[in-house]
């Protein structure tokens, strides 16, 4: 029976791997360094790399639960969603875990599969999670996942049973909120300032949609289109109000 010492010793000299700091004695700590391996591979974007070494992670330790977390974010950079979200399902159902990143991967995983009840759950349970040292660490996907959960409330139908006017108002403002909050981290985006515009426009507030054309008329590449709404609103009586951006 091979000697787990030498077991070790032979993976780490056959993948060149050079440990600092002292020496890996159990196969449960050479497993969690092979998860930050992953990790950094996949940073550098060595999907395959990053993805031989998080396998052979939970080889040598099934129950490094993290690794999963990693294998799922390694699937996302591979495009393969539905295994990136079986993976961050595994991690956090496994941990009890409340770790509002894996919540909010889960979440934009879930929105690509269109599986937009999931996808809500775990993006507002991530956001909701988040202390301001990881919001300011993170922030390029947190700005992703506020855009995510506008689109959500933008086209969704059915979250609350009022009125039409009510429902759809309601929609409308939720999506509001989370686009301007987006915007506070992607300031120079079109799509985005279109996306809020269409939320004033549909609650009548035709001063803040106006008011996000003019924003997004200084950006653009070619403003043309947006000069000419901006024309024919303010011809319309629209003043230029503030949207909170």
Known sequence: ???????????????KINVKGGTITNERQLSAVLSD??????KKGKIDKAMYFVEKALEFNEK?????????????????????????EIYVSNTGSDDSLAHIYMG?????LNDVENA????RKGEKGLSDKEKEAHLPLIGVAYECIGNIYLNRENIVE???RDKYSLNYKTAARYYKMSLKIYRKNCDLINK????YCHLEDLNKALYCYEQAAKIAQDNTVYLEAIEQMKAEGAKSEQAGF
């Open 120 to 123: 809500l759950k775990h993006l």
């Open 162 to 164: 009022f009125t039409e």
């Open 37 to 42: 391996l992953a990790l950094g591979d996949l």
């Open 64 to 88: 490094n639960y993290y690794s999963y977390f990693v294998k799922g974010l390694i699937n996302r950079n591979a495009n393969k969603i539905k295994e990136a979200v079986e993976a961050f």
């Open 108 to 112: 934009l995983s879930y929105a690509e």
């Open 196 to 199: 809020l515009a269409a939320c």
């Open 1 to 15: 029976m091979e000697n787990v010492q030498d077991k070790i010793n032979q993976f780490l000299t056959e993948n």
